[in-house]
């Protein structure tokens, strides 16, 4: 151990989640520092990456408060914490209100309404990872304004333990320049983003094959708050479920076809099968949902999306960068054919199942019977397209993993629980290291920066209220 600083309150992780905890800390009056492993000045962070729209299940963050909360419980089938899930549907407009005070910028990014509050720069219509964009901005914009409140951001910070008295976390070790440095603290904030990267925790709770997931995502997501958390009998909830999208298989191999475009558009208007020509699960159900039903498979790179002309004409132009042309652009393989048979054994997928497979799901569609296939097609959310128009393609699928939606377990003031259900003192986490919020057993999605950014705010608003009171 080389040396011992102490701050009122440790923050571990300078993404979204962090940096907000931190500077609304520091607004209130309390001494932070944030620890932040990425030595560089433009550290890498999903935030820094992200597409910028902060929505609320893709509705507009100003939506009438119950409005939001049914929709978050109807995405995740009512898997989320109801208290969970009030704090997003209230807190989230307030941080978007309070961001745009501390200068970040947004944008309307698209036509639909919940595009109104993307991050500024928007991205623009290109195959590949997009930096610089409204995300990047925003970290410098937090980073900046926390140095001016008076807060720390320790870069090349990365913490590794938790330091307990008795029951009460009371700081924490972290690892800087080669060195083993102590930090007291009268309470750690864990916001590290997630688990996405770590393959041994995959394994344990995602995936067989954590190497045949594309990690769409910086790569700064290691699980550390969760091990932390876990070491010291933090509970850990919903942890099967992540954040993703579909992309094509060449995306794995680090072609300019993550994180856009993402072809989940194309996917849940046709059918996606597995090298047995057999569909493998209900694409009406979206492509998170999807992507998660494909890290399931013994090999998640056995899927291939099947569809006609209609619906690459169509839903192949959804989204700012939409799969079509951008695929083609960025060097994906599309096999194309004027029937199906010949697709097939382009394709080196067995004729005859691919055949019939297509013609039962286009029977179905006919009749109205989505919901009796097996598995079943539902219609409710996402229009299903019969597959009849020449020509015909297909690609073949990746998983590509955004962040994990699972993990540590907190209440409403971000206060991590033990599995009793009681708060562990002086121990906090928000952003996409906890869990609890998405998730259920559709995979549903309600917002990584909204998630992040009210959970950040609701925690420094009850941390720094708590610490005060105690004074
Ligand atoms: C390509 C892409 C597009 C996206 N688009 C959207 C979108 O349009 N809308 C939306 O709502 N969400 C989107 N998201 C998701 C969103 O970016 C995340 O949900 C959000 O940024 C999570 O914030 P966070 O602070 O929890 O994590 P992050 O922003 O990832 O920050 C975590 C930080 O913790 C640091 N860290 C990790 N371990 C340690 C340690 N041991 N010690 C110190 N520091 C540590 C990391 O280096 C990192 O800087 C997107 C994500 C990606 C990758």
């Not at 300019?256 to 209900?282: E, F, K, N, Q």
């Not at 999605?445 to 925690?459: I, Q």
Request: overall charge neutral; some cysteine.
């Amino acid at each position: 151990m080389s040396a011992t600083r102490a701050r009122e309150v440790a923050v571990v992780g300078g993404g979204l989640a962090g940096l907000v905890t931190a500077l609304r800390l520091a607004e209130r009056g309390v001494q932070v520092a944030v620890l932040e492993k990425g030595a560089e000045e433009r550290y890498p962070c999903n935030a820094r990456i992200s597409g910028g729209g902060f929505h609320v299940c893709f509705l507009h963050v100003e939506q009438d408060e119950a409005a939001l909360v049914a929709a978050i419980q109807q995405a995740t089938c009512g898997f989320a914490q109801p208290e969970l899930a009030a704090v997003v549907a209230r807190d989230t407009r307030t941080a978007v209100r309070w961001l745009k005070e501390k200068g970040v910028q947004f944008v309307k990014g698209g036509g639909d309404t919940w595009r109104e509050n993307t991050l500024a720069p928007a991205l623009v219509a290109r195959p590949g990872l997009q930096e610089g964009r409204g995300g990047d901005v925003l970290i410098r914009t937090l980073g900046a304004a926390l140095k001016n409140a008076g807060g720390a951001l320790l870069r090349g910070a990365r913490a590794t333990r938790l330091r307990m008295d008795g029951p009460r976390c009371v700081g924490l070790e972290m690892e800087r320049e080669g060195n083993t440095e102590i930090v007291d603290a009268r309470a750690v904030v864990l916001c590290d983003g997630g688990f996405q990267s770590n393959g041994e925790l995959l394994r344990e709770f995602i995936t067989a094959a954590p190497e045949r997931l594309k990690q769409r995502n910086a790569g700064a997501g290691n699980g550390d708050a969760l091990q932390m958390a876990r070491a010291v009998g933090a509970q850990l909830v919903g942890m099967q479920t992540f954040y993703g999208h579909l992309l094509a298989r060449e995306a794995m191999d680090d072609a300019p076809l993550w994180p856009y475009p993402m072809v989940d558009h194309v996917c849940t208007a046709g059918v996606v099968v597995h090298s047995t020509g057999r569909r493998i699960a209900d694409e009406g159900l979206g492509g998170v949902y999807l992507v998660n039903q494909l890290a399931r498979l013994a090999d998640p790179l056995s899927a291939i999306a099947v569809y006609d002309q209609a619906i690459w004409n169509g839903p192949g132009r959804g989204h700012i960068v939409p799969a079509n042309p951008h695929l083609v652009e960025g060097g994906a393989k599309i096999f194309r054919a004027h029937d199906l048979r010949s697709l097939a054994s382009e394709v080196g997928l067995p004729v005859a199942t691919l055949e019939a497979t297509i013609a039962e799901y286009n029977a179905a569609l006919a009749a109205g019977q989505g919901a009796r296939l097996a598995p079943p097609r539902t219609t409710s959310v996402i229009k299903a397209y019969p597959i009849v128009e020449p020509p015909f393609y297909a690609f073949r699928l990746c998983a590509g993993i955004t962040f994990t939606m699972g993990g540590i377990a907190v209440d409403r003031a971000g206060r991590v629980l033990n599995e009793s259900n009681e708060p562990i003192a002086g121990l906090c986490a928000a952003g996409c290291c906890t869990g609890g919020l998405d998730g259920g057993p559709q995979a549903g999605y309600v917002g990584g920066l909204a998630k992040s950014a009210a959970m950040g705010l609701r925690t420094a608003d009850d941390l720094a209220a708590f610490l005060r009171a105690g004074d």
